[in-house]
């Protein structure tokens, strides 16, 4: 049985006079865009400028919203009640669905950022409260959520539909989680690494973990980071090896 797999990437990242990121040169390679919505990174002109492109390249648009915290990139970590954490995605889809109606498009997903989602990722309450609220907005949205963690137990009690993402330019820990940043080989930085990594994962059906460990996981989506320095040159090679493996590359959801 042929497989198939969507290619997604972190976006939308500029703010203000500050530029991050190849956004253009990425969306001629994803097929799935998660486009900041101003609390981590991004701003309305860069969200109207990237969705736009997004719309005219067929793009998938994803919300992706994160902690209040333009200083740290949205990788502090932040304690909000669980109340406030709602509304703060609520509030970032609903930008998102606005810039993207004018775009011509729609928010197709959404998907959590940096470490927002990594808290997300080992505490169901945070994740269930996250995504209940995006829900709320909008019921028919599709959840991505980081493959075998408690972002997925979550979406699969609240029964919506969502896709099971991994990471071409991070590594793993045994229990599914990411590497945290700060430790030596937790983020991929070789082009060709990557693409042979995500071509074996999907081959297996498993995420492989930095120790070697083999964690089953259904995988419909890859992400690659758009604020890595190598970002186009990993997408471009993932993409090629997927393609030469015999892998379709079609945005979720496929079945």
């Known amino acids: 049985m042929s497989k198939t797999v969507d290619l997604n990437a972190d976006m939308g990242e500029s703010f203000g006079a500050w530029s991050l990121g190849n956004d253009s040169a990425l969306l001629d390679i994803v097929t799935s865009a998660n486009i900041a919505c101003g609390f981590h990174a991004g701003d309305p002109d860069v969200m109207a400028q990237t969705m736009k492109l997004a719309v005219e390249k067929g793009v998938g648009i994803g919300a992706h919203p994160g902690f209040p915290d333009l200083r740290g990139f949205g990788r502090y970590r932040m304690h909000l009640p669980l109340g406030q954490l709602g509304n703060a995605v609520r509030y970032q889809l609903g930008a998102a669905q606005a810039m993207a109606r004018v775009a011509g498009g729609h928010v197709r997903h959404l998907k959590l950022h ?142």
């Open 114 to 255: 940096g470490a927002l989602a990594n808290m997300c990722a080992e505490n169901y309450e945070m994740a269930h409260a996250c995504y209940s609220a995006a829900l709320e907005v909008d019921p028919e949205i599709i959840i991505m959520v980081l493959a075998g963690t408690q972002q997925q137990s979550a979406v699969e009690a609240l029964g919506c539909v969502y896709a099971a993402e991994i990471f071409a330019d991070r590594a793993y820990n045994d229990d599914a989680t990411l590497v945290d940043r700060s430790l030596k080989g937790a983020v991929i930085h070789d082009a060709d690494l990557a693409a042979a990594r995500m071509v074996e994962m999907v081959q297996e059906g498993a995420m492989i973990a930095q120790s070697g460990n083999r964690i089953p996981t259904r995988i419909d989506t890859i992400c690659m980071h758009g604020d890595t320095p190598e970002a186009v040159e990993i997408a471009r090679a993932v993409r090629a090896a997927l393609e030469q493996a015999g892998i379709t590359i079609k945005a979720f959801p496929h079945g």
